[in-house]
């Protein structure tokens, strides 16, 4: 007679789905900073896949947070976006214009250079959020920069960026949930194409936005991506660098790459997978500069309330420069770290540092 009983080699057994879901659970909490009983029931809700249960978190939360953080932008933000913002909304008060102090001509060297910034904003983290998404745009007006990569942005921290900074054209990373950015000074990058490449294990919704501009005739390929979070997933956020490196691999001869994000990546990590001697991390290039060491720094920052002391190298910037004969090649020139003022509202712009650099022709 036929048994309708599994075997236990069938059944995952109890100890292991609780562990399973465990780690699921911290990783969501990790990503909403919510905790666990909220991560629990978004989780079985949608049967426990995660993509489900974050997409479910991320739209519960945006009518909230733009009604709260952002009462002056009069609407709530459409479902379905356009990528590539061409023109500004009519009701907006530009922050990043040029202010007097920077209206005065600069020097032909520094005219000259290529200036980036790539900051992790926290927009998961609803909490100040208007004033923190102010803060951003104080440092896109004193630093000017040409390109900035961002990270963990939601539909209406770009809702908000594209009516305060309009003096930067924005390319959006994904349209639902929480995505990455690049933001383009339109008077001295000229954009033209983007696309999103996907990374098809990812379970945080994780993929690589990439745009072709050129800058002083220079072709750039600009890229940035926020690799898979947490210790645990270190396999997956490996086969993702390998993605990253495998595009810089590509490009042109012609064409100068940079890659900016929160890439997670411990650097037991990057040795494993290897960096090609074409590319170089610029933190390393520059002299590995201890005061921009750490971008993740619980010890200086305390937006996250954690009861432990991290201090990590999170947030990584990349450069592989264009090998063709006659085409100038760009070279690292300076690194900083920004955002390591408190605001008036008693936090940081956010819980990562963000990342300044220039590039000079070599």
Same mark, same amino acid.
């Given at each position: 007679?036929?048994?309708?009983?599994?075997?236990?080699?069938?059944?995952?057994?109890?100890?292991? =789905?609780?562990?399973?879901?465990? !780690?699921?659970?911290?990783?969501?909490?990790?990503?909403?900073?919510?905790?666990?009983? =909220?991560?629990?029931?978004?989780?079985?809700?949608?049967?426990?896949?995660?993509?489900?249960?974050?997409?479910?978190?991320? *739209?519960?939360?945006?009518?909230?947070?733009? #009604?709260? $953080?952002?009462?002056?932008?009069?609407?709530?933000?459409?479902?379905?976006?356009?990528?590539?913002?061409?023109?500004?909304?009519?009701?907006?008060?530009?922050?990043?214009?040029?202010?007097?102090?920077?209206? !005065?001509?600069?020097?032909?060297?520094?005219? /000259?250079?290529?200036?980036?910034?790539?900051? /992790?904003?926290?927009?998961?983290?609803? *909490?100040?959020?208007?004033?923190?998404?102010?803060?951003? %745009?104080?440092?896109?007006?004193?630093?000017?920069? *040409?390109?900035?990569?961002?990270?963990?942005?939601?539909?209406?921290?770009?809702?908000?960026?594209?009516?305060?900074?309009?003096?930067?054209?924005?390319?959006?990373?994904?349209? *639902?949930?929480?995505?990455?950015?690049?933001?383009?000074?339109?008077?001295?990058?000229?954009?033209?194409?983007?696309?999103? =490449?996907?990374?098809?294990?990812?379970?945080?919704?994780?993929?690589?936005?990439?745009?072709?501009?050129?800058?002083?005739?220079?072709?750039?390929?600009?890229?940035?991506?926020?690799?898979?979070?947490?210790?645990?997933?270190?396999? #997956?956020?490996?086969?993702?660098?390998?993605?990253?490196?495998?595009?810089?691999?590509?490009?042109?001869? $012609?064409?100068?790459?940079?890659?900016?994000?929160?890439?997670?990546?411990? $650097?037991?990590?990057?040795?494993? =997978?290897?960096?090609?001697?074409?590319?170089?991390?610029?933190?390393? !290039?520059?002299?590995?500069?201890?005061?921009?060491?750490?971008?993740?720094?619980?010890?200086? /920052?305390? /937006?996250?309330?954690?009861?432990?002391?991290?201090? %990590?190298?999170?947030?990584?910037?990349?450069?592989?420069?264009?090998?063709?004969?006659?085409?100038? !090649?760009?070279?690292?020139?300076?690194?900083?770290?920004?955002?390591?003022?408190?605001?008036?509202?008693?936090?940081?712009?956010?819980?990562?540092?963000?990342?300044?650099?220039?590039?000079?022709?070599?």
């Amino acid at each position: 007679m036929a048994s309708n009983v599994a075997s236990d080699s069938d059944t995952p057994s109890v100890s292991n =789905v609780e562990r399973s879901r465990s !780690r699921l659970c911290d990783e969501f909490a990790a990503l909403t900073g919510s905790d666990s009983a =909220v991560a629990q029931c978004y989780l079985a809700e949608h049967e426990w896949e995660m993509e489900r249960a974050l997409n479910s978190f991320f *739209d519960a939360d945006l009518e909230k947070v733009f #009604e709260d $953080d952002f009462p002056d932008s009069g609407t709530s933000p459409s479902k379905k976006r356009q990528k590539v913002e061409e023109k500004p909304p009519t009701d907006c008060v530009d922050l990043t214009g040029d202010s007097p102090a920077s209206t !005065r001509k600069p020097s032909d060297e520094d005219d /000259n250079k290529l200036s980036l910034i790539s900051w /992790n904003v926290d927009g998961l983290d609803t *909490d100040n959020l208007g004033e923190r998404a102010r803060g951003l %745009c104080s440092f896109l007006v004193l630093y000017t920069p *040409d390109v900035v990569f961002l990270q963990e942005l939601i539909p209406p921290y770009v809702q908000y960026l594209k009516k305060r900074a309009v003096s930067y054209l924005i390319i959006e990373g994904g349209e *639902d949930g929480y995505f990455t950015g690049i933001m383009l000074k339109k008077t001295r990058v000229r954009f033209l194409e983007s696309e999103i =490449v996907s990374y098809p294990t990812t379970q945080m919704m994780r993929n690589l936005l990439v745009a072709q501009v050129t800058f002083k005739g220079q072709k750039l390929c600009l890229m940035t991506s926020h690799l898979e979070s947490c210790k645990g997933q270190a396999e #997956e956020r490996m086969k993702q660098l390998r993605v990253v490196i495998q595009r810089m691999r590509e490009a042109p001869a $012609d064409v100068t790459v940079l890659f900016g994000g929160d890439t997670n990546l411990r $650097d037991t990590e990057v040795a494993k =997978v290897g960096l090609p001697s074409s590319v170089c991390d610029v933190w390393e !290039r520059l002299g590995k500069q201890e005061h921009c060491r750490y971008t993740w720094d619980t010890k200086a /920052n305390n /937006n996250k309330k954690v009861p432990y002391i991290s201090r %990590c190298r999170f947030d990584r910037v990349y450069l592989r420069p264009a090998a063709k004969d006659g085409v100038p !090649r760009l070279a690292p020139d300076h690194m900083a770290l920004v955002g390591l003022d408190k605001l008036d509202c008693g936090r940081f712009t956010s819980d990562h540092w963000g990342i300044y650099c220039s590039f000079a022709s070599a």
